[in-house]
């Protein structure tokens, strides 16, 4: 993959007619529309089996066979000055409704797993699935083993499996929850969100005779009214609102 996130529409997403390397291909041709900043353009077979985890050029033929038949895509025959056959003509067709943002990194560490290519294409379907369910800023959502099988077409000790594949991968964290009367119910699942670079805590500037800056009194009053009632908050807390309040002011 090539960007950071894919943009795929929600109907490709709950369509049930992408199966294997169906999704898996349409994915790869979306991301190769956000890279080219156009909806048609030309990419061989056997680089479209190669970046989807090593699968076989008859795959992709039968992938976009049927993304052809569901009107996901455009496919044309390319004809060379000698009046053979070249590289193929894809156009993505326009989509409408929502759309979902897929990190190409977690694309990434599926298809490289070690799990067979059958495999793969369902634990990224399935994460693309959760990917659509989770809310916003909070990357969480509540779903039953049934309702996974079912949105998949599984069964639902297949869809057990499939979740804890996304666990081991670190693509996904499940945190068991209880009613009041302390029965077991629907799982809560966070989605792993892929943050670019680091944050790092500005240090403290010093005065040019080598001595700390000193904190105003009125700084030290704000400070001490909004320091934490954690003991194990207060060293950082403290370095960290100062540099805050310092900016502000």
Known sequence: MNSNYIRVPNDIIKNNKLKGAAFTVALYLYDLRNVKRKNTFKVRQSKI????????????????????????????????????????????????????????????????????????ATVLRLYALFAMYRENYTNTFFKSYKGISVALCVSEKRAVDVVDILCKLGLLRKCLRKTQK????????????????????????????????????????????????????????????????????
């Open 49 to 120: 089996a190669e970046r989807c985890g090593g699968i076989k050029v008859r795959s992709v033929q039968l992938a976009c066979d049927t993304l052809v038949a569901e009107g996901i895509i455009e496919r044309d025959k390319t004809i060379r000055a000698n009046r053979t056959y070249g590289t193929y003509t894809y156009t993505i067709t326009k989509q409408t409704g929502s759309y979902t943002y897929i990190s190409t990194q977690a694309i990434s560490r599926i298809l490289t797993a070690n799990l067979s290519n059958r495999l793969k």
């Open 182 to 249: 302390g029965d077991y119910t629907h799982n809560r699942y966070f989605v792993t969100a892929f943050v670019t670079g680091t944050i790092k805590r500005k240090r403290r500037q010093k005065k040019r005779n080598g001595t700390a800056n000193t904190v105003s009194p009125s700084i030290r009053l704000f400070l001490k009214l909004r320091r934490p009632t954690n003991d194990a908050f207060l060293d950082s807390y403290d370095s960290t609102y100062y540099h805050v309040c310092q900016g502000f002011w």
